[in-house]
C-alpha cells in the first residue's frame, strides 16, 4: 500500500499538469491610420482569473471597459477566453508596446507594437500659387510639408502629369522619432516657353499612397538687357568722352547707376555720362547698371587712352661681388607701351633696352649710377628717368698721402688712405718692431677715421694715421707699411717719413687743411722747430703732388685712373715755444671744419690721449705684421659718416667712370 500511494499521487499530478493556463491567440504587431480603430486580440485556455493588458509597461486595470482610458476596452467572451483589446479612435500617443497578461497564472503575452500612421497634409509650394521667374536665370522651387506625417513624406514634381527630375530631399529632425519640416527642392532655369506652365508638388506615404497635390503657376519676367557705348572710344589724355547706356526690361527700368573702377560716380543717375579721360580709364572701366523690378544688369567698357610714361617701379640700388652678375629692373606704365632705354650716370650710351639690365661678371669699372629712362608718349607728357647705384664689391685699394717732414726727436704723422667694399675688417700699420691698429704703443699713436663726402678725395673713404711722438734716426730710413683687409682680401701700401734738417726752439703744430692760421694754442717753448719756420703753413715739395685748382696739394692717382684718387693735403705748422704740440681734428669729421684743437702730449707719454674724431669702439687692425689678424676681434661698429642722401658706404660708385662705357646686354 505505501508503494501505491506515491504513483497514483504522480498520475494525479500529470493529469493536472495537461489542463494548465496557457495562451490560445497572442497579440501581434499593428499598424493603424490616425483616426481609425485598432485591435490586439488576447486568448487564453483553462484560465478563469484575472486578465489585464499593459501599455509600455504600465496596467491599463482588470475591468472590462478600462476606467479611466475613455477610448481604450476589453472586448470578447470572457468565458471562452476571449480577451481582446480595443482602442477608438487611435492617436499619436497610443504607438507604444502592448502585453496581455493572465495575472494568477503568472502568464505574459510576447509584446506587441502598435504604429500609428499619420497621412500627409497637402505641400506647400513657397512664393505660389503664382510664381514670378526671370527668364535664363536659374531658380530653386521649394515644396514643403509640414506636421506630424508618419512615416515621412516622399515629395514628387510633375509637369503635365509627367515627373521632373533634378530634385533634392532635404529633412529637419526635431527631436528622437519625429521630424520637422520636409522639403523638396526643384532646380531649373525657365525660357520663355515656360510663361504660364502649372507645375505640380505632390506629398504621398504609406499612410496616403494616392497623395496630396498642390500646383503653382509659372509667370516669366526678365531683368534689363543692357548696352553700353562710348564716344569717342579712342581718346588722348585730358579730352571729352560721352557714355551712353540703353536698356529694355520686363517690368520697365526703374534706375540707373555709374561706375569707374567698382566706385560709384556721385551725381550721374541718367542713359547719358559724360568725363574728361585719363589715365585711369584704360584700367578703371566705366560700368552702368540698370534696375527694374525683378534685378539689374551690369555692362563695362574701358576707353582706349594714350597717355604717356608713368614710372611704377624704380630700380633698386645694389650691391655685389666681383665678378658676380647684376641686374637692375624698372617698370614704366603708359599708352601706347613706352620705350624704356638704360644708360650710365653722365653717359648718352645706351647699354640696353627693356624692363631689365643685365650685366654679367661685373669689375670695379662698371660700379656708378645707371638711369633707367622713358621717353614722352604722343602728346608730349610724361616720361622722364630713375636711377640707381651699383657698388662693386672688392679687395681694400690703400694709397700713401703726402705727409710732412719731420724733424729729429719731434713729432711726425703718416698717413693712408682706403677704399674698401665692403668696408674693412682692419686696417693695420706695422714696422720693424712690429704693428698696431689703434691707440698708443710707445711712441706710436694710430687714428682711423671716414672722410666725409665733399671734402678733397674720391668720396667716402677712410683716413688711418700713424702719429710718431719724437722720431728717432731709425724712422726716417725704415718704412711704415698701412695696410687693410675685408672678406675679399687685402691690400697695402709703403709709407715713408721726410726729415727736415733745420732746428730751432719752436712748438711744432700739425695742422688739418680747413682751419684756421690764427687760433692755434701756445704751449710751453721746446727746441724742436726752427724759428724761420714760425707762423706760414710749409708745402713740403713731393714728386707726386700736384696743384688743384683751389691751391690744395692733390695726390696723383696711383691707380692710372682706375679708381681716380685724389689725395688729402696735410700741411704742417710750426708754433713757438718748445714742446711737442700735436693737432687733433675737430670732434665730429663730419662736420664743417672749425677752429683747430691742439693736445700738447709731453704730460701725457705712455698714455692713450683722447681722440675725438676716432670712436673707441671702431678701430681697425693692420697688416703685414704676421700676427696681425691672429688677435683681433672686429669692432662692433664704425661710426659712419654723414653721406648724401642715397649713396651707400665706401662705393666705387663715386669713382669717375672710365672712358671705355661696357655695353651691356638687355632683356
Not at 506630424?148 to 529632425?173: K, N, S
Amino acid at each position: 500500500m505505501l508503494v501505491l500511494a506515491p504513483l497514483v499521487l504522480l498520475f494525479c499530478l500529470r493529469g493536472h499538469a495537461g489542463l494548465s493556463p496557457h495562451f490560445l491567440q497572442q497579440p501581434d504587431d499593428l499598424v493603424a491610420l490616425l483616426g481609425d480603430e485598432a485591435r490586439l486580440p488576447c486568448a487564453l485556455g483553462e484560465y478563469w482569473g484575472l486578465v489585464q493588458w499593459t501599455k509600455d509597461g504600465l496596467a491599463l486595470g482588470g475591468e472590462r471597459d478600462l476606467p479611466g482610458w475613455s477610448r481604450y476596452w476589453i472586448s470578447g467572451n470572457a468565458a471562452s477566453g476571449q480577451h481582446d483589446l480595443y482602442i477608438r479612435p487611435v492617436e499619436l500617443e497610443d504607438q507604444a508596446s502592448y502585453e496581455c497578461q493572465a495575472t494568477q497564472a503568472g502568464l505574459r503575452s510576447r509584446p506587441a507594437q502598435l504604429h500609428v500612421l499619420v497621412p500627409p497634409e497637402a505641400p506647400q509650394v513657397l512664393g505660389g500659387p503664382f510664381v514670378s521667374l526671370v527668364a535664363g536665370i536659374p531658380v530653386n522651387l521649394t515644396c514643403r510639408s509640414r506636421g506630424d506625417a508618419r512615416p515621412t513624406p516622399e515629395l514628387l514634381w510633375f509637369r503635365d502629369g509627367i515627373r521632373l527630375d533634378g530634385t533634392t530631399f532635404h529633412q529637419t529632425l526635431l527631436k528622437e522619432g519625429t521630424t520637422g519640416s520636409v522639403e523638396s527642392i526643384l532646380s531649373l532655369t525657365p525660357s520663355s516657353h515656360d510663361d504660364g506652365a502649372t507645375l505640380v508638388c505632390r506629398a504621398r506615404s504609406q499612410a496616403l499612397p494616392s497623395g496630396k497635390d498642390t500646383a503653382i503657376t509659372l509667370s516669366l519676367q526678365y531683368p534689363p538687357v543692357v548696352t553700353l557705348s562710348a564716344e569717342p572710344q579712342t581718346v588722348l589724355e585730358g579730352e571729352k568722352v560721352t557714355f551712353l547706356c540703353q536698356a529694355t526690361a520686363q517690368p520697365p527700368v526703374t534706375g540707373y547707376r555709374w561706375a569707374k573702377g567698382g566706385s560709384p560716380v556721385l551725381g550721374a543717375r541718367g542713359p547719358m555720362l559724360e568725363v574728361v579721360a585719363d589715365a585711369s580709364f584704360l584700367t578703371e572701366p566705366v560700368s552702368c547698371e540698370v534696375s527694374n523690378a525683378v534685378g539689374s544688369a551690369n555692362r563695362s567698357t574701358a576707353l582706349d587712352v594714350q597717355f604717356g610714361p608713368i614710372l611704377q617701379a624704380r630700380p633698386e640700388p645694389m650691391s655685389v661681388d666681383v665678378g658676380e652678375d647684376a641686374s637692375f629692373s624698372c617698370a614704366w606704365r603708359g599708352n601706347p607701351l613706352p620705350r624704356v632705354t638704360w644708360t650710365r650716370s653722365g653717359d648718352a650710351q645706351v647699354l640696353g633696352s627693356g624692363p631689365t639690365l643685365r650685366l654679367p661678371s661685373v669689375g670695379p669699372e662698371d660700379a656708378g649710377d645707371y638711369v633707367c629712362r622713358a621717353e614722352p608718349g604722343l602728346s608730349g607728357l610724361g616720361g622722364g628717368a630713375a636711377e640707381a647705384r651699383l657698388t662693386v664689391n672688392a679687395p681694400p685699394v690703400v694709397t700713401a698721402l703726402h705727409s710732412a717732414p719731420a724733424f729729429l726727436r719731434g713729432p711726425a704723422r703718416l698717413q693712408c688712405l682706403v677704399f674698401a667694399s665692403p668696408a674693412p675688417d682692419a686696417v693695420v700699420w706695422s714696422w720693424d718692431e712690429g704693428f698696431l691698429e689703434v691707440g698708443s704703443r710707445g711712441r706710436f699713436l694710430v687714428e682711423t677715421f671716414p672722410v666725409p663726402e665733399g671734402r678733397e678725395g674720391p668720396g667716402p673713404a677712410l683716413i688711418s694715421v700713424l702719429h710718431i711722438l719724437g722720431t728717432q734716426e731709425s724712422d726716417f730710413s725704415r718704412g711704415f707699411n698701412c695696410s687693410a683687409r675685408n672678406r675679399l682680401g687685402e691690400g697695402g701700401t709703403q709709407v715713408s717719413l721726410g726729415r727736415r734738417a733745420s732746428f730751432s726752439k719752436q712748438k711744432n703744430l700739425v695742422r688739418i687743411p680747413g682751419s684756421s692760421d690764427g687760433s692755434s694754442s701756445r704751449g710751453p717753448e721746446e727746441e724742436t722747430g726752427s724759428s724761420e719756420d714760425r707762423g706760414p703753413i710749409v708745402h713740403t715739395d713731393h714728386n707726386d703732388l700736384v696743384l688743384d685748382e683751389e691751391g690744395a696739394l692733390e695726390t696723383k692717382d696711383p691707380t692710372n685712373g682706375y679708381y681716380k684718387v685724389r689725395g688729402v693735403s696735410v700741411s704742417l705748422s710750426l708754433g713757438e715755444g718748445p714742446g711737442g704740440g700735436l693737432f687733433l681734428p675737430p670732434p665730429s669729421p663730419l662736420g664743417h671744419p672749425g677752429t683747430p684743437t691742439f693736445y700738447d702730449f709731453n704730460p701725457h707719454l705712455g698714455m692713450v690721449p683722447p681722440c675725438r674724431l676716432y670712436r673707441a669702439r671702431a678701430g681697425y687692425l693692420t697688416t703685414p705684421h704676421p700676427r696681425a689678424f691672429t688677435s683681433y676681434s672686429k669692432p662692433t661698429s664704425i661710426g659712419p659718416p654723414d653721406l648724401a642722401p642715397r649713396t651707400p658706404p665706401f662705393p666705387y660708385a663715386a669713382f669717375p667712370i672710365p672712358s671705355h662705357p661696357r655695353l651691356q646686354t638687355h632683356v
